[in-house]
């Protein structure tokens, strides 16, 4: 093989890889948004949890 091939070679290699590489990124990209957007849903749910264990604690303190 000649050094011409070689230095082809590496460089779609190298092609292949920053495509690879791309393709990852936009990957973790969503995944990013959807663990956020998991994360606020259960902070809305822990929100919503103590609110009502409060109430039901007032409720039974209150006798109602």
Known sequence: M?????????LTAMIK????????????KLQ???IENLTERIIRLEAQFEL???TALVKRLTGK
Not at 2 to 10: K, Q, S
Request: no cysteine; charged share 30%.
């Open 52 to 54: 009502l264990a409060g």
């Open 2 to 10: 000649g050094v011409t091939e070689r230095v082809w070679a590496a």
């Open 17 to 28: 890889l920053e495509d690879k590489v791309t393709r990852q990124n936009e990957a973790i």
């Open 32 to 34: 990013q948004a959807k």
